[in-house]
């Protein structure tokens, strides 16, 4: 995936936004194992080999051979199995199927090393009838095979490998997953000559256990000298039904066929003599270009390169990254032969295409893709349109690219990762609605859609994009759960709007989406208390009112009123944060973030502009509050007491919280608990307000009159 995503911590979600440049730059691109699984057809009905080890084929072998057969029989398989020879399996044999009793004496030959006669018993195992032979057809003819392995009669193997995907063909049952494992066993027989042709040493033939699977081909002697023409055709030819035979196997999902594939490529790559006499090969174009294609680059900054006595020179890639020079060796080397081969209609021209241009070779990357019409190859073509500055054009490709897919050439990773780069262009043209839509499809880059929806669009655009597309959770109650892979977001998405009108202060709008009941009812005291508190001639009830909102602020304010993304980052529950922020971002992505994207990022930015933002809201509740009290009482100094300790651990290093604490010194009575101020604080006590507030308003209106009545006098 090009996209980034945070290397450690929980499960983070993918983002394109967080640094444009890079993903948009980024070649498309398949996995090896893909690749490798889908250079042949997989046959219909065809099940994926389900051993991925010796030790799981070995106890499927024992399970399935005792199958069907009795108590009494399945201890004989046992005792037969323990024998040092064929002859003692078989008077262990008791009432065994002549079948599985021949069968298992011929393992033990085999095991044994007497070749000659296991190869006997399973020959006599395939003479029987169909019938009486069903119980171990197929696993005498792959041990027989293996026995001329051993005996080095290499012709007869190989004819061998081939009858036991006959008689599966033929109805035989493959419970082992033989067919996979013949084609690996065949293979090496291929690569075995190639050597040859090579001059290499020998690869070797030593007999394995029946359970298990052929191991990768090692590594072949490199050809230091030219082949001669003839030589260099054999060798392809032998190189190319070795790599047939293991796409055969990759294509039951075999992960030893897969990493075959990947030693065949390794080696063919490594040498150029290999690669020349390879490369014009259509299947084997196509296993290096992709064997290229995947290996794996870095970004910039996973290593330091600066320092003089760096031994590493890293190169720079035509996707905005940089390799190990072997690796860039390796790419520019696959070009170069294919130039040399003068192959000018190559078999996978998509995926040269996306080479070339990973390898800088911009002009062949052009000229690769205009040959092909995949999804991949339109992808590169968006790619080669950004680098010119034509957006216009990049989203035309990414349409054309969208519309194959699903496509059986493409992992299906790659889907949403293309939806996400139509969005970033959709962002980059100033089209806001259509980049919210285009990755909040994706279900992978939720905290890219957060940042439009809650930093680009107006709250009116998404308020009007949610009631059209966004319907409310079936799931009573949900919420939001970053942490999980698959979250609600239809359920986050309306969440996010409430919140953004919460902040807005258009409460009885912002209600009906919030998510949770418990989460809304919280919503609508809050906005009961602040409306309460903002008018009315009774002051201490004001005060009262706004206390209790500042203290729904205070201990619900993320999931009432917090962003989503900067700076609150609800999206991890307030646990971390990221540089999703447009003002973070990484300085390349200013050629990619409009005058208009940045207006309105700063029109939507919450006040304060800080972490936690509803804290600093919940403190100045709090202080506007004590302004509503009389400053000598008890809840006076209780409200300022809270807002101190709700400031306390604020980024500012606690100067709001002193600011406030010195408020109290100014203007508030002392009290016995005030050497704590800012922890530990008692409930305001509003009653003894309100009675010390009638008393001062009765006071004062009796002093006024005595003042009227004092200037009559006069």
Same mark, same amino acid.
């Given at each position: 995936m090009?996209?980034?995503?945070?290397?450690c911590? +929980?499960?983070?979600?993918?983002s @394109?936004?967080? /640094?444009?440049?890079?993903?948009?730059?980024?070649?498309?691109?398949n996995?090896?194992a893909?690749?490798a699984a889908?250079?042949a057809?997989?046959?219909p009905?065809?099940?994926?080999?389900?051993?991925w080890?010796?030790?799981?084929?070995?106890?499927?072998q024992? &399970?399935?051979?005792k199958?069907n057969?009795s108590?009494?029989?399945?201890?004989a398989?046992?005792?037969?199995?323990g024998s040092?020879?064929?002859d003692?399996?078989l008077?262990?044999a008791?009432?065994?199927?002549?079948?599985?009793?021949?069968?298992?004496?011929?393992?033990?030959d085999?095991h !044994?090393g007497?070749y000659?006669a296991?190869?006997?018993?399973?020959?006599?195992?395939l003479?029987?009838p169909?019938? /009486?032979?069903a119980p171990?057809?197929?696993?005498?003819?792959y041990?027989?095979?293996?026995?001329?392995?051993?005996?080095?009669?290499l012709? &007869?193997?190989? &004819?061998?490998f081939?009858d036991?995907?006959?008689?599966?063909?033929? #109805?035989a049952p493959?419970?082992?997953?033989?067919?996979?494992?013949s084609?690996?066993e065949?293979?090496?027989?291929?690569?075995?000559?190639?050597?040859?042709i090579?001059?290499?040493?020998?690869?070797?033939?030593? +007999? $394995?256990?029946?359970?298990?699977?052929p191991?990768?081909?090692p590594?072949?002697v490199?050809?230091?000298a $030219?082949?001669?023409r003839?030589?260099?055709?054999?060798?392809?030819?032998?190189?190319?039904?070795?790599?047939?035979?293991?796409?055969?196997?990759?294509?039951?999902?075999?992960?030893? #066929?897969?990493?075959?594939?990947?030693?065949?490529?390794?080696?063919?790559t490594a040498d150029?003599v290999r690669?020349d006499?390879?490369?014009?090969?259509?299947?084997?174009?196509?296993?290096?270009v992709?064997?290229a294609?995947?290996r794996?680059?870095?970004?910039?900054?996973d290593?330091?390169?600066?320092?003089?006595?760096?031994?590493?020179?890293?190169?720079?890639?035509?996707?905005g990254?940089?390799?190990?020079p072997?690796?860039?060796s390796?790419?520019t %080397?696959v070009i170069?032969a294919?130039d040399?081969?003068h192959?000018?209609?190559?078999?996978?021209?998509?995926?040269?295409a996306a080479?070339?241009?990973r390898?800088?070779?911009f002009d062949?990357a052009?000229?690769?893709?205009d040959k092909?019409h995949?999804p991949?190859?339109?992808w590169?073509k968006?790619k080669l349109s950004?680098?010119? #500055?034509?957006?216009?054009?990049a989203?035309?490709?990414?349409a054309a690219a969208?519309?194959g897919?699903p496509?059986a050439?493409?992992e299906p990773d790659?889907?949403?990762l293309?939806? %996400?780069?139509?969005?970033?262009v959709?962002? !980059?043209? /100033?089209?806001y609605? /259509?980049?919210?839509?285009?990755l909040y499809?994706?279900?992978?880059?939720?905290?890219?859609? !957060?940042y @439009?929806?809650?930093r680009?669009?107006?709250?009116d655009?998404?308020?009007?994009?949610?009631?059209?597309?966004?319907p409310?959770?079936?799931?009573?109650d949900?919420q939001?759960?970053?942490w999980?892979e698959t979250?609600d977001?239809?359920?986050?998405?309306?969440?996010?709007?409430a919140?953004?009108?919460?902040?807005e202060? $258009?409460?009885?709008?912002?209600? +009906?989406?919030f998510?949770?009941?418990?989460?809304?009812n919280?919503a609508?005291?809050y906005a009961r208390?602040?409306?309460?508190g903002?008018s009315g001639?009774?002051?201490v009830?004001r005060?009262?009112h706004?206390?209790?909102a500042?203290? @729904?602020?205070r201990?619900?304010?993320?999931? @009432?009123?917090?962003?989503e993304?900067?700076p609150?980052?609800?999206v991890y529950?307030?646990s971390?944060?990221?540089?999703?922020?447009?003002?973070?971002l990484?300085?390349?992505?200013r050629?990619l973030?409009t005058a208009?994207e940045r207006?309105?990022?700063?029109?939507s930015?919450?006040s304060?502009d800080?972490?936690?933002?509803?804290?600093?809201?919940a403190?100045q509740?709090?202080?506007d509050?004590a302004g509503?009290?009389p400053?000598?009482?008890?809840?006076?100094?209780?409200?300022l007491?809270?807002a101190?300790?709700w400031?306390?651990?604020?980024?500012? #290093?606690?100067?709001?919280g002193?600011?406030i604490?010195?408020r109290?010194?100014?203007?508030?009575?002392?009290i016995?608990?005030?050497?704590?101020?800012? $922890?530990?604080?008692?409930?305001?006590d509003?009653d003894?307000a309100t009675?010390?507030?009638?008393?001062?308003?009765a006071?004062e209106?009796?002093?006024?009159?005595?003042?009227i009545?004092?200037?009559r006098s006069h």
């Open positions: 090009a996209s980034a995503a945070l290397a911590g +929980p499960f983070f979600p993918s @394109i936004l967080s /640094d444009r440049t890079v993903s948009l730059k980024a070649v498309p691109r996995s090896f893909f690749e889908h250079l057809a997989r046959a009905g065809q099940a994926a080999d389900k051993y080890d010796e030790e799981e084929r070995r106890a499927a024992d &399970k399935v051979e199958a057969l108590p009494a029989q399945a201890l398989i046992a005792a037969m199995r040092s020879s064929g003692a399996a008077l262990k008791a009432e065994l199927p002549r079948a599985i009793a021949l069968y298992t004496a011929g393992a033990a085999f !044994a007497n000659a296991a190869r006997e018993r399973f020959a006599a195992v003479a029987m169909a019938g /009486d032979a171990r057809v197929l696993w005498a003819a041990s027989l095979a293996r026995t001329d392995l051993a005996l080095g009669d012709q &007869k193997a190989e &004819k061998e081939a036991v995907r006959h008689l599966a063909e033929a #109805g493959d419970e082992l997953g033989l067919v996979p494992a084609l690996g065949e293979a090496r027989l291929h690569l075995r000559a190639a050597n040859a090579l001059g290499a040493a020998p690869i070797p033939l030593t +007999p $394995r256990p029946l359970s298990a699977e191991a990768p081909d590594d072949m490199l050809a230091k $030219r082949l001669s003839a030589d260099a055709s054999a060798y392809g030819r032998e190189m190319h039904a070795a790599a047939a035979l293991y796409a055969r196997q990759a294509a039951y999902d075999s992960d030893v #066929g897969i990493q075959s594939l990947r030693a065949v490529a390794a080696n063919i150029p690669l006499a390879t490369i014009a090969d259509p299947l084997l174009q196509k296993l290096v992709s064997y294609l995947t794996e680059a870095f970004e910039a900054f290593m330091d390169y600066s320092g003089a006595a760096s031994k590493l020179k890293p190169v720079a890639t035509g996707d990254k940089w390799m190990e072997e690796t860039a390796l790419l %080397g170069d294919l040399r081969a192959v000018a209609a190559p078999a996978a021209a998509d995926r040269l080479l070339a241009y390898t800088g070779r062949l052009r000229t690769m893709a092909s995949t991949m190859a339109e590169v968006a950004l680098q010119a #500055g034509d957006l216009a054009g989203a035309a490709h990414y969208a519309r897919l496509s050439d493409m790659n889907a949403p293309l939806v %996400g780069e139509q969005g970033a959709a962002l !980059a043209r /100033d089209q609605v /259509d980049a919210l839509r285009f499809s994706t279900k992978t880059y939720w905290s890219d859609s !957060a @439009i929806a809650e680009v669009l107006t709250a655009e998404l308020k009007t994009f949610v009631d059209a597309e966004v409310a959770s079936r799931k009573p949900c939001q759960n970053v999980e979250p977001r239809a359920g986050a998405l309306r969440d996010l709007l919140r953004r009108l919460m902040r202060k $258009r409460y009885d709008e912002a209600l +009906p989406y998510c949770s009941t418990q989460t809304r919280l609508q005291s208390d602040v409306r309460a903002a001639w009774d002051k009830g005060a009262r706004l206390f209790q500042a203290q @729904i602020a201990k619900n304010g993320m999931e @009432i009123m917090g962003t993304v900067h609150d980052y609800a529950e307030g971390y944060s990221t540089n999703d922020h447009v003002d973070e990484n300085p390349a992505d050629k973030i208009a207006s309105r990022v700063r029109t930015t919450p304060p800080l972490r936690f933002h509803y804290r600093y809201v403190a509740e709090a202080q509050a509503l009290l400053p000598k009482t008890q809840a006076f100094a209780a409200v007491c809270a101190t300790g400031m306390l651990d604020a980024p500012d #290093g606690g100067k709001r002193w600011s604490y010195q109290y010194v100014r203007e508030g009575a002392h016995p608990w005030a050497a704590h101020f800012g $922890r530990g604080c008692p409930d305001p509003f003894s009675f010390l507030s009638r008393n001062v308003r006071l209106r009796s002093l006024a009159r005595h003042a009545f004092g200037r």
